[in-house]
């Protein structure tokens, strides 16, 4: 009886903790630095950028179509969103979209940049310390996605 009250206690402080972290989450950030840089991952394992000097952290940029680089970031934008991203700013050369974890409603940020003759992208997380690589295979599901749109 007794260690099925400790377990129950645990399973209530750990429900509390994820609650806690998917409402620290909710807030929309901005996160662009004046839209020229990606800002860099933080000394977390959840992050991922192709700014990034640190191994860790380090995804390559994805290649754009020289001969057109508006349908290189259109096919960016319908790779964002066929991946579950939401949206919150493009402007041609910036994007800002949030994805949202299906259970605890975890929100992560993405960034992509278009910017000396590539796209620069970042993937992060806003709570937490790990996020056991989801980050990572985002950014891959949206390369993928990505390159079956490019011309």
């Known amino acids: 009886m007794i260690l099925l009250k ?7 402080a750990l429900a509390l903790y994820m609650a806690f972290l998917s409402y620290s989450t909710r807030h929309l950030v901005n996160l662009s630095q004046g839209m020229e840089k990606l800002l860099p991952c933080p000394d977390k ?4 950028s192709s700014e990034s000097a640190n191994p860790d952290h380090k995804i390559e940029s994805f290649k754009i179509n020289h001969d057109n680089p508006s349908q290189s970031w259109n096919s960016l934008i319908a790779a964002v969103e066929e ?17 949202t974890s299906t259970i605890f409603r975890f929100k992560d940020d993405f960034e992509a940049l278009l910017q000396e003759g ?3 992208v970042r993937s992060a997380s806003r709570a937490g310390t790990s996020d056991l690589g989801q980050n990572r295979k985002r950014v891959e599901k949206i390369r ?8």
């Not at 400790?6 to 209530?12: C, D, H, K, N, T």
């Not at 394992?45 to 991922?48: A, E, H, R």
């Not at 993928?144 to 011309?151: A, D, N, V």
């Open 144 to 151: 993928q996605l990505y390159l079956e749109k490019s011309p």
């Open 118 to 120: 590539e796209l620069k």
């Open 6 to 12: 400790i377990f129950l206690g645990l399973v209530l």
């Open 83 to 99: 991946a579950g991203g939401k949206i919150h700013v493009n402007d041609d050369f910036y994007c800002h979209a949030v994805f």
């Open 45 to 48: 394992p959840n992050c991922v």
